[in-house]
């Protein structure tokens, strides 16, 4: 059974800085790709960042680029989603989640098949 369990979510003032971290178990974390997705109220769930199973290369959607980094820890089963400079834009349910087929790496929620429970992020202006 894979369980994502994230932590790290809150309250933040625009301009500040959270870390949000995703822990995983129940495969071999190291195989799989991850994502960070994002849902703000009201809106369709969208593509945050990705990065692939080595955890060498990464994407990240346009509106995040340059203010938020994804890590992993392979050693620690974890992902890891920096948010600097955040905005109010940036509030909603955050989930993490493990790509569905191992070494294969893609930023399509669709790929993704199994998710975490969603922290929420919540930016005041």
């Known amino acids: 059974q894979v369980q994502l369990v994230e932590s790290g979510g809150g309250l933040v003032q625009a301009g500040g800085s959270l870390r949000l971290s995703c822990t995983a178990s129940?495969?071999?974390?190291?195989?799989?790709?991850m994502g960070w997705f994002r849902q703000a109220p009201g809106k369709e769930r969208e593509t945050v960042a990705t990065?692939?199973?080595?955890?060498?290369?990464?994407f990240y959607a346009n509106s995040v680029k340059g203010r938020f980094t994804i890590s992993r820890d392979n050693g620690r089963n974890t992902v890891y989603l920096q948010m600097n400079n955040l905005k109010p834009e940036d509030t909603g349910v955050y989930y993490c989640?493990?790509?569905?087929?191992?070494?294969?790496?893609?930023?399509?929620?669709?790929?993704?098949?199994?998710w975490g429970q969603g922290a929420q992020v919540t930016v005041s202006s």
């Open positions: 989640a493990s790509h569905r087929y191992a070494f294969v790496w893609g930023s399509s929620q669709d790929e993704y098949a199994y």
């Open positions: 129940g495969r071999p974390f190291s195989n799989y790709a």
């Open positions: 990065i692939t199973s080595s955890g060498v290369t990464t």
